[in-house]
């Protein structure tokens, strides 16, 4: 373990804004969080845990001892004949996981395949795409207090996981650092293809295996999303909104073409498509642009974390007065 000052983590984090760590530190052990932690103590210095960077938007000083998890086992501590429990650890690449879970006949997360970052953030927002959300095969999360050091371990209906949410990004914000998750998932294939263009796809070529089916959830994801070594991103750059049905009523009137979909509590409208009808694909704001396919990823060209927020926040000014929708965003301060 080697704790450096005054690090540069330029290269860990998809926006690729410039940033530069009080202290820097890659652990691999339980033990190692251990002497991080009383490191932290004896200095005085917060802890701060990163995964692989591709949802936060740094500033350009990051006080304290970041800390990031790297520890990459997997192991089955379960098995039937119908599914299998696996334990992973939080250092594990979430993409590189899904293609392993395909290559053992594991299936439930092929939806979520080319979702950049690591394993242990997974729980963190609840990770989601085509109309699958990881806290469907999250049998358990497990870490460490940050303030205690003390283990924890969270069945899944303690994470209060819900759209892009979790317990870690509230109650527990800032105050753990995840080293493994359990995932339940099924030996019986059962894909979810309900979401465009999966849909279409699956009518014209008939109904997929999970690994055709993370295949096509990998090309359409290539062809439609800034890949963030050439583009630095960090994703979508905001939630989509959900709306009362009284306010969606007043919205469908004055624009009768705005997409939507019915939730239990409310109606669901592609933030994308909000930015989009503004005009703003494309759209420069300094450093900071709009992206030409999809409006909803904020691609930075040379900015600091301030010029991606204050883009964001022009978005954002721009959508509440032509819709009156507050955009939440996405992405996670790290300062
Ligand atoms: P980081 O960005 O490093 O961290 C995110 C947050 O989690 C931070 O607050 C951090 O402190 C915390 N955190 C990270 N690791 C730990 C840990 N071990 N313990 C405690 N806290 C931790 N997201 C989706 O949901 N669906 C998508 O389809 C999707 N597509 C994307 C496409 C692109 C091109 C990009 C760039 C991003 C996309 N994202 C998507 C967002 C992002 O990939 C996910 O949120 C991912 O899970 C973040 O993982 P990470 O390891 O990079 O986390
Ligand atoms: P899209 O197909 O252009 O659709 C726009 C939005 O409409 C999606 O985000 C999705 O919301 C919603 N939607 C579409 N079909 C739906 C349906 N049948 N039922 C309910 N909601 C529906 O989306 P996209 O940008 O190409 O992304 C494809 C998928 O990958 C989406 O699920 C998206 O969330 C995910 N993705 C996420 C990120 C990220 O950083 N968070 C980045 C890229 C892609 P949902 O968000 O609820 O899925």
């Given at each position: 373990m080697n704790i450096l000052p005054r690090h540069s983590l330029l290269e860990f984090n998809t926006l690729a804004v410039t940033a530069v760590a009080e202290y820097f530190v890659q652990?691999?052990?339980d033990q190692e969080i251990v002497e991080c932690l009383a490191f932290s103590k004896k200095n005085n210095l917060a802890v701060k845990v990163l995964g692989g960077g591709s949802n936060v938007v740094m500033n350009e000083f990051i006080p304290g001892l970041v800390v990031q998890f790297c520890a990459q086992d997997c192991s089955v501590i379960k098995e039937t004949e119908?599914?299998?429990v696996v334990k992973v650890q939080a250092g594990f690449n979430w993409h590189d996981f899904v293609l392993y879970s395909l290559s053992q006949d594991w299936y439930g997360i092929e939806n979520l395949a080319y979702i950049p970052g690591h394993v242990g953030a997974a729980p963190v927002q609840n990770i989601g795409a085509y109309g699958v959300e990881v806290k469907d095969c999250i049998q358990a999360v497990n870490g460490?207090?940050?303030d205690s050091g003390e283990a924890f371990r969270l069945l899944a209906h303690e994470c209060d996981f819900a759209y892009r949410e979790s317990c870690f990004k509230q109650a527990l914000n800032g105050r753990v650092l995840i080293t493994s998750v359990e995932f339940l998932l099924s030996k019986i294939p059962d894909v979810q293809v309900s979401y465009s263009p999966l849909n279409q796809m699956s009518a014209e070529k008939g109904l997929p295996t999970p690994s055709e089916l993370a295949q096509w959830v990998i090309e359409v994801r290539q062809a439609?999303?800034?890949?963030p070594k050439i583009l630095p991103n960090a994703g979508s750059f905001f939630k989509n909104p959900v709306v009362s049905h009284l306010?969606?009523?007043k919205l469908i009137e004055?624009?009768?073409a705005m997409p939507n979909y019915p939730q239990q509590n409310g109606v669901k409208l592609p933030a994308g498509w909000l930015i989009d009808q503004l005009g703003y694909k494309g759209k420069r704001f300094g450093p900071v642009s709009v992206h030409k396919l999809q409006a909803l990823v904020l691609v930075n060209q040379g900015g600091a974390g301030k010029d991606v927020i204050a883009a964001a926040n022009q978005?954002?000014?721009a959508?509440?007065?032509r819709y009156g929708i507050v955009l939440e965003q996405e992405p996670r301060l790290f300062n």
């Open positions: 652990v691999s052990s119908q599914s299998v460490i207090y940050l439609k999303l800034p890949d306010e969606f009523d004055r624009f009768p978005i954002c000014k959508v509440q007065e």
